[in-house]
């Protein structure tokens, strides 16, 4: 699911190139749903790919989905299948208080913190870019082939603190010089629901952070991750 418009990081794009690029080489099957298609907030065709999709990949920012495409995600994530979410997948489904949720239409605003295990509180535009680096001890199948040393973040930090107990952070990102928000996850993985749905979130996503190598590599590793058994 992702959603082309300005403040969207230019998400389709990267979607469609991550599909052709990364994943559709190594054997999967892959729709990219694009919203806002007939109109604003409905993504057509979600149903039919989600009902016997394996993976949920979701970047996309404030969107109130029709009640059965909504009931569809849900369902997705009870069944005990995963999800991958890329930056702004953590305010995906919340409206902010200027916003008019129209008849028909549903919100999750518990969606960031329930599933995701992060919150949602703003982001830092000073310092940038900002650095990433790993979490000290961590080792873990996600980093194989990743050279950290390469990533940067080029667009805002996000304040996701404070993220769930059960959350284990894998990627912390620094702003430099300039900035007020101390260090913030940037990765983490938890699970979600009785089903223990393998969950993957990433404030990565920018257009410059999806153009570095170890970035696409990190994802295309999360993709193996979240749908191992």
């Given at each position: 699911m992702a959603v082309e418009e300005p403040d969207n990081y230019d998400a389709v794009n990267s979607m469609n190139a991550f599909a052709a690029n990364e994943l559709r080489p190594q054997g999967h099957q892959v729709t990219v749903v694009v919203g806002d298609k007939p109109v604003k907030h409905h993504f057509e065709g979600l149903v039919a790919a989600l009902k016997d999709a394996d993976l949920l990949i979701l970047f996309s920012r404030r969107r109130f989905l029709p009640k059965e495409q909504m009931e569809t995600v849900r369902a997705h994530?009870?069944?005990g299948k995963p999800l991958l979410g890329?930056?702004?997948?953590?305010?995906?489904?919340?409206?902010?208080p200027k916003d008019t949720v129209d008849a028909g239409l549903t919100i999750w605003p518990e969606f960031t913190h329930d599933v995701l295990g992060g919150e949602n509180t703003g982001y830092e535009t000073k310092g940038l870019p900002y650095t990433v680096s790993v979490i000290d001890g961590i080792k873990t199948p996600l980093l194989e082939g990743v050279n950290t040393a390469n990533i940067r973040g080029y667009q805002s930090l996000y304040k996701v603190l404070p993220l769930a107990a059960d959350a284990t952070p894998i990627l912390i990102g620094t702003a430099g010089a300039g900035a007020s928000t101390p260090p913030q996850p940037v990765a983490w993985t938890r699970s979600y629901g009785a089903n223990k749905a393998r969950v993957f979130y990433t404030s990565l996503g920018a257009p410059e952070d999806m153009r570095i190598a170890d970035v696409r590599r990190l994802l295309a590793n999360a993709v193996k991750w979240t749908l191992e058994k």
């Open positions: 994530l009870n069944a890329i930056r702004t997948a953590n305010h995906a489904f919340i409206p902010r």
